[in-house]
């Protein structure tokens, strides 16, 4: 199985901030890398698909990047609503895999 | 809209078999890949497994053993049978839309399925 690892595992942010992610597979996926939010309480929401594709209707501030294993998730100014966490997912091969999620916390 | 509900039992037995259905409204089952992932409590997601609209499966190995998923295209439904439960298969249960073998663009709104005699 691939392993997908985030960091950090957790991250107390202020309104405005710059916010970034990182996901690190344990193999090249091939750049078969999509981004998800799950609030509270709720199903997971995709927001980015194939590393950079801004699912639609999803706000401009959600970008990704990156390529081969190490790949980016960033939220350029956030917003309270941005409260949730955020996990990456490789469909590169069986079994699909997700990282251990990003829990975001607003000071 | 697409939009997807689960249904089935909350509480099942240690041992017993857990059973999920999916119901699909708002577009058609055909055409399109269909996912089970659960999220155990205060834990991360984990792909269980998917069904064409043609019968064909993609399972997880980790659970393959114990994985039956099936379709419905009659009621718009496909379905989670898996066996021989333990407290370690308690989770919440999502059904989803998979494009294509890539993205889960359209999820449930999950049920949570407890493991308990």
């Known amino acids: 199985d691939i392993e997908m690892t985030q960091s950090p595992s957790s991250l107390s942010t202020s309104v405005g901030d710059r916010v970034t992610i990182t996901c690190q597979a344990s193999q090249d996926i091939n750049n078969h890398l999509n981004w998800y939010q799950q609030k509270p309480g709720k199903a997971p929401k995709l927001l980015i698909y194939?590393?950079?594709n801004l699912e639609t209707g999803v706000p401009a501030r959600f970008s990704g990047s990156g390529s081969g294993t190490d790949f980016t998730f960033t939220i350029s100014s956030l917003q309270p609503e941005d409260l949730a966490t955020y996990y990456c997912?490789?469909?590169?091969?069986?079994?699909?895999?997700f990282g251990q999620g990003t829990k975001l916390e607003i000071k | 809209q697409v939009q997807l509900q689960e249904s089935g039992p909350r509480l099942v037995k240690p041992s017993e078999t857990l059973s999920l259905t999916c119901s699909i409204s708002g577009g058609s089952i055909s055409n399109y890949w269909w996912a089970w992932i659960r999220q155990a409590p205060g834990k991360g997601l984990e792909w269980i497994g998917s069904?064409?609209?043609?019968?064909?499966?993609n399972y997880n190995p980790s659970l393959k053993s114990r994985l039956t998923i099936s379709l419905d295209m009659s009621r718009n439904q496909f379905s989670l049978k898996l066996s021989s439960v333990t407290a370690a298969d308690t989770a919440i249960y999502y059904c989803?839309?998979?494009?294509?073998?890539?993205?889960?663009?359209?999820w449930g709104q999950g049920t949570l399925v407890t493991v308990s005699s």
């Open positions: 989803a839309r998979q494009f294509f073998g890539t993205l889960f663009d359209y």
């Open positions: 194939d590393v950079s």
């Open positions: 997912q490789h469909y590169d091969n069986l079994p699909y895999t």
């Open positions: 069904i064409y609209h043609s019968g064909n499966t």
